[in-house]
């Protein structure tokens, strides 16, 4: 089981791929995690990424594909994974291909879709607290008192990287980088497509149905 997962920030695949990987063993993959353990362990890759983002500069993507070359050499990666949020463009799909067809088993691409407003309406809702760093959501999970903290009843917050604007401006970017990204996999025939608006066990039940007809077809 190859995964590549794909979907706007707040659409929900992170928690589709954490529940995914635990169910079939398999590990859940995102550059961010990975480019800190690379670093954290001290490897040559790991340093040449640790160089760019201490100059405040994007990692190139050689460095990032060697890191995940790296990471699905792992055993826990060998038999499958899930990509989580990456690849983000299409040079970095096509060097991501590159790598992949050496084993000759091309991944599954899952688009987890919802409209702006929605996602913009999820991430706006939470709130911090500057103290302890509990996270609260308005609508899923409120404080028992409107605005203050349950654990030590400090003011709640909203991030700047919450408000509104923001959050449209971080889309806007997305859409995009990653629209060329999906048409890139839907003309190769890889691209399946969830409505991510409905509940979490409702869109894991869509991925699954989505994982068990491509089984079908690989086997036919």
């Given at each position: 089981?190859r995964?590549i997962?794909l ?8 928690t589709q791929a954490?529940?995914l ?9 995102s ?5 800190r ?6 490897t040559?890759l ?7 983002m201490?100059a405040?500069?994007?990692v190139?993507d050689d460095?990032?594909i060697g890191?995940i070359?790296?990471?699905?050499s792992h ?14 463009t299409v040079?970095?799909?096509e060097a991501?291909?590159r ?5 000759e088993?091309m991944p599954?691409?899952m688009?987890?879709?919802?409209p702006n407003?929605?996602?913009v309406r999820?991430?706006s ?6 103290n302890?760093?509990?996270v609260?959501h308005t609508e899923h ?9 349950d654990?030590c009843?400090?003011a ?8 509104p604007?923001?959050?449209?401006a971080?889309?806007k970017v997305?859409?995009q980088?990653?629209?060329?990204l ?8 890889l ?7 409905k509940?979490?066990?409702?869109v894991?039940?869509t991925l ?5 007809v491509?089984r ?5």
């Amino acid at each position: 089981m190859r995964l590549i997962f794909l979907g706007a920030p707040g659409v929900g695949k992170g928690t589709q791929a954490q529940r995914l990987a635990a169910e079939e063993g398999i590990p859940q993959i995102s550059t961010g995690d990975i480019l800190r353990d690379a670093i954290k362990r001290g490897t040559p890759l790991g340093a040449q990424a640790k160089s760019y983002m201490e100059a405040g500069k994007l990692v190139p993507d050689d460095v990032v594909i060697g890191i995940i070359r790296d990471r699905l050499s792992h055993a826990d990666a060998a038999s499958g994974f899930i990509l989580d949020g990456f690849p983000r463009t299409v040079a970095q799909a096509e060097a991501l291909d590159r790598l992949l067809q050496e084993s000759e088993e091309m991944p599954q691409v899952m688009n987890f879709e919802a409209p702006n407003e929605e996602i913009v309406r999820r991430l706006s809702g939470r709130r911090s607290c500057p103290n302890c760093q509990a996270v609260y959501h308005t609508e899923h999970a409120p404080p028992r008192e409107n605005g203050l903290c349950d654990a030590c009843g400090g003011a709640l917050i909203q991030r700047t990287d919450d408000k509104p604007e923001t959050i449209a401006a971080r889309l806007k970017v997305y859409e995009q980088q990653t629209s060329p990204l999906v048409e890139y996999y839907n003309r190769r025939g890889l691209l399946r497509r969830l409505d991510a608006t409905k509940s979490i066990d409702a869109v894991y039940d869509t991925l699954r149905s989505l994982l068990h007809v491509a089984r079908v077809d690989e086997r036919h």
